[in-house]
């Protein structure tokens, strides 16, 4: 069975991440591969078909200028109208189809270690409203939608996830600004006896989560910097309310596999953060993304195995989070 990031123990399997690359390699050679030429030759076709349409639609044009006949005109336009409305039906299913299989066969490949199970996957669902404004990390969305919901547990912990598009309207530009964009993440935290809080918001991003703080205050919360990873402190403003101890709640194991994570993708250039919050008995993760992963594109080629892998990355550090959470408990 594949471990993935941690052992049955927990501990960080840094020989293991080769052998891991190379498991995924050969997954994606072997499933998603195949599947990404077969919907490529359909992006092919359609684009074949729409050029066909496209010279055929020209010449009807031509053809009733020159004839300029209203009553064939108006026979022409019902077969033109449907045909049309058939080609953007193709176009539209294919972009709805393409997402959906290549995350199945992703669940799949992630279903083969242990400590992960998936009990569903939906790619018009999303997580409710409610669960993303109970995690305290944002305080508002006037426009909220989403896609590919993803329900499962990590070892004993049930969790559900899904990309989230959420928008505010700004009262200075009169118009609607994006609070957050990316995969977020709900989880039971299995403590019980936990009734406090803990935010952690990028230091990067505090200017624009300012009223998330305030809120956060409003319940007792204050930023503390013991108990945290000296590195970890300076990247993320860390916020608790006066009944948790952080180091009880924030293993040194989950602040490092942030700061790797963050480290990555700023190597590369990239606008990614990552924001967490504990209330009560869940945890929730918010994975900030800088442009949509896995969205296939009708004029260039979708077969790209760095874009699927950071699509897998991104969704197992998430489940890599709520483990070594799982571990703690």
Avoid: C
């Avoid at 050679?29 to 030429?37: D, F, G, K, M, W």
């Avoid at 919901?149 to 899904?162: A, D, Y």
């Avoid at 609070?179 to 936990?194: H, L, N, P």
């Amino acid at each position: 069975m594949r471990r993935g990031k941690f052992s049955t123990s927990g501990k960080p399997l840094h020989l293991g991440v080769q052998s891991a690359y190379h498991d995924f390699r050969l997954f994606y050679n072997q499933s998603i591969y195949p599947e990404l030429v077969n919907m490529e030759q359909r992006r092919r076709g359609l684009i074949r078909l729409l050029l066909l349409s496209g010279f055929m639609l020209l010449g009807v044009v031509m053809l009733q200028l020159y004839l300029s006949i209203f009553a064939v005109t108006l026979a022409l336009f019902i077969p033109v109208g449907l045909w049309i409305t058939y080609l953007g039906f193709r176009v539209q299913v294919f972009f709805k189809e393409f997402k959906p299989r290549v995350v199945a066969l992703l669940l799949d490949f992630i279903d083969n270690d242990v400590n992960f199970s998936f009990d569903g996957y939906d790619p018009k669902g999303y997580i409710p409203l409610q669960k993303f404004l109970e995690s305290r990390i944002f305080t508002n969305a006037d426009d909220y939608s989403g896609e590919d919901l993803i329900r499962g547990q990590v070892r004993e912990t049930p969790f559900e996830v899904s990309e989230l598009r959420v928008k505010e309207f700004s009262e200075v530009r009169n118009q609607l600004n994006f609070v957050f964009s990316g995969i977020f993440m709900v989880a039971d935290f299995q403590r019980w006896d936990m009734h406090g809080g803990v935010l952690s918001l990028p230091d990067t991003y505090r200017k624009f989560l300012s009223r998330s703080e305030r809120a956060f205050h409003l319940i007792g919360g204050r930023r503390i910097r013991e108990g945290l990873l000296p590195e970890f402190e300076t990247f993320f403003d860390t916020y608790v309310t006066p009944d948790v101890r952080v180091k009880d709640i924030i293993s040194e194991e989950f602040q490092k596999a942030i700061l790797d994570f963050r480290q990555r993708f700023q190597e590369f250039g990239r606008e990614k953060e990552i924001y967490f919050s504990i209330i009560g008995d869940k945890i929730y993760l918010a994975l900030r993304q800088d442009r949509n992963l896995l969205e296939p594109s009708l004029f260039a080629n979708n077969i790209s195995f760095e874009v699927v892998q950071e699509f897998y990355q991104d969704l197992r550090l998430l489940l890599d989070l709520v483990m070594e959470v799982d571990r703690m408990n």
